[in-house]
């Protein structure tokens, strides 16, 4: 690593000083001042090597750039940082099911993939839904995706999940994650009453409980339960550990952090007829209920504002709070 790095400082001085060097003599000139400026004109690297010398910090700066690039190269190659800035999340599905209709197909599973990838590049067929109102501030494509790289499949005795993350270890009759830091676990449980699915924010990066659950008859589309049958609770899910909270901030006429999100008095179900208004704070807006941060119908939801993509991008960018997901 050490010799590569030093190779690629060795060539990038030689590049730089090369062409001045042909410039100098294109404009061939005898004079000695010349000469002395062409085999001098290139100093960066020389005051580097002097600041790297003498600062032990700028040299720990140094190697974490370096060290930042291999890894932003590698995660290029593998395909997780596409060449426009689109992330491609690396999933792993842990599916527990007691009865064979619990135990989804590989086709069910990525039909499930399929539709979050829709979702959230703006390519769902019912985009065109969205009311002329919030054209102007619908996400479009959020620049994340999500590929498959493997399903983890485990028969079980328990018949109904509890909220308590138990189907996230084996020592509790669930499936231990894949490196959580590394990749996104999703948990397809068989029932967990009338819990669609839960997902675990941000700040559990990287935990063993890091991920979403989902039930099984409310996973994937062809053979899913309506109305929750378009594959959006995962959409809604995946929301969540990508920092978006409920639309309506969790509390009458609550705060969800997006500002181009119109406050509203609290959740909506069912299908909602457009327009519908709530009044908070005295002021009567007109409310996005068709956002996938709602509670309505899996059919009455179809869009993410930019906001909420914004914040989305923030949690996968470099540095950011899952930037993991983006690395080797
Ligand atoms: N966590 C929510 C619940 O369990 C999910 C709502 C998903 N909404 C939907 N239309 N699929 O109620
Ligand atoms: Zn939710
Ligand atoms: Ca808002």
């Known amino acids: 690593m050490k010799k590569l790095l030093f190779g690629v400082i060795a060539l990038g001085m030689l590049a730089a000083c090369n062409t001045t060097e042909e410039t100098a003599n ?88 399929a539709v979050l990838n829709k979702d959230f590049g703006a390519t769902n067929s019912d ?13 479009g494509d959020t620049k994340v995706r999500f590929r498959l790289v493997k399903t983890v499949r485990k028969s079980t005795t328990v018949r109904s999940w509890k909220t308590n993350d138990a189907m996230k270890k084996a ?13 996104f676990n999703i948990w397809v449980v068989g029932d967990m009453g009338s819990i669609l699915g839960y997902a675990t924010f941000p700040e559990s990066a990287g935990q063993w409980n890091d991920g979403v659950v989902l039930a099984s ?41 997006v500002a181009d999100t119109p406050t509203q008095t609290s959740s909506n179900g069912g299908s909602p007829t457009y327009p519908l208004y709530n009044t908070c704070g005295g002021v009567q807006r007109s409310v996005m209920f068709m956002n996938y941060m709602d509670y309505v119908y899996d059919s009455a939801m179809y869009m993410f504002s930019a906001g909420q993509r914004d914040r989305m991008q923030a949690v996968v960018a470099a540095g950011g709070a899952r930037a993991g997901l983006r690395n080797l």
């Open 127 to 139: 985009v065109n839904k969205i009311p002329a109102e919030f054209a102007s501030v619908a996400a």
């Open 171 to 183: 020592s509790t009759k669930g499936i231990d994650a894949t490196d959580p830091t590394q990749y």
């Open 217 to 257: 008859k409310y996973t994937g589309v062809t053979g899913a339960t309506a109305p929750y049958n378009l594959g959006r609770t995962a959409t809604h899910e995946v929301g969540h550990y990508l920092n978006l909270r409920h639309i309506w901030g969790d509390a009458t006429c609550g705060n969800d952090f």
């Open 26 to 113: 294109l404009t061939e000139d005898t004079n000695a001042r010349t000469a002395t400026a062409s085999r001098k004109s290139c100093p960066s690297e020389e005051i580097r090597a002097e600041l790297l010398k003498n600062d032990a910090k700028a040299r720990a700066r140094f190697a974490a750039i370096e060290a930042g690039t291999e890894k932003f190269i590698q995660a290029k190659k593998l395909g997780r940082v596409l060449a426009d800035g689109t992330v491609e999340i690396p999933v792993v599905v842990n599916l527990l099911y007691r009865t064979t209709a619990e135990n989804l197909s590989d086709a069910r599973i990525a039909e499930q993939i």
